[in-house]
């Protein structure tokens, strides 16, 4: 029985909401006319630095883990 008592609850909960939100203003509001920020990032145009560094960053992490799982295997040979 109390599945059914909680699934009316939310029902009678949610009919309210969902009706509510679904009635909106009439007219949109009116547009805003802003100018872009001038002080943006060239991304780019430097989009191969980005790519640089993301391969080296990479490089350093793999070389980086196998060189600590040479050194585990080591600890565990002993």
Known sequence: ???????ILLLLLL?????AMGQGEKEPPP??????PEDQ???D??????????VVLGIYFYYHM????KIEAKDLEL
């Open 66 to 69: 196998k060189s600590h799982r």
């Open 45 to 54: 145009d430097n989009i191969w630095v980005l790519l640089v560094f993301g």
């Open 31 to 36: 547009p805003v006319n802003r100018a872009p």
């Open 1 to 7: 029985m109390r599945p059914q008592i909680v699934k």
């Open 41 to 43: 990032l060239p991304i």
């Open 15 to 19: 009919v309210p909401i969902a009706t």
